[in-house]
């Protein structure tokens, strides 16, 4: 007998670290505690060390500061393309600073690669979301539907996911 879909994704999000990322990130922003993880991670991504090799570090332009931003990001891959998504959805500098910089920016793993990013239209996200969160699971808790539901799940939700596909 197989668990149902519903109770599957509220078993994920009372999981104690499931609770634990979203405290990390009440509010749609990393606290201290998360500040200070995605520094390590950051470091940890760029030079390439010890992280799976879809742990990448984005760097973009700030809006406001013109200072490059770096934080680590998960790569995920659907169809032979590679995409980013924000796991924390539209409310969130990246996203903002990425938009801002007209999809300009930097991944670095080892080495730095210039791209582009390109905004997916939400229409075309729920597969992307899906793998996202059969790749990622720091973004399972701030997703709310559990990586095993079925594709109408995620095409509910997929227009406050922003997801952007790396070019270049």
């Not at 200070?36 to 060390?49: C, F, I, T, V």
């Not at 920016?105 to 597969?127: F, K, N, S």
């Amino acid at each position: 007998m197989t668990a149902d879909p519903a109770h599957r994704r509220d078993r994920v999000l009372r999981h104690p670290g499931a609770t634990l990322a979203r405290w990390m990130y009440r509010g749609g922003h990393p606290n201290r505690l998360a500040r200070l993880m995605n520094r390590s991670a950051e470091r940890q991504y760029s030079a390439g060390l010890l992280s799976p090799r879809r742990a990448v570090t984005l760097e973009v332009r700030g809006r406001v500061s013109g200072r490059t931003i770096s934080f680590p990001v998960v790569v995920a891959d659907h169809d032979g393309q590679q995409y980013l998504v924000s796991m924390l959805g539209e409310d969130v500098n990246w996203v903002r600073n990425v938009r801002a910089a007209d999809g300009e920016a930097v991944i670095r793993r080892g080495r730095r690669r210039p791209v582009r990013l390109d905004e997916v239209p939400p229409a075309d996200r729920a597969p992307i979301l899906r793998r996202y969160l059969a790749l990622a699971p720091g973004g399972r808790p701030h997703i709310p539907v559990d990586r095993h539901a079925p594709l109408g799940d995620f095409e509910r939700v997929a227009g406050s996911y922003p997801v952007f596909r790396i070019v270049g």
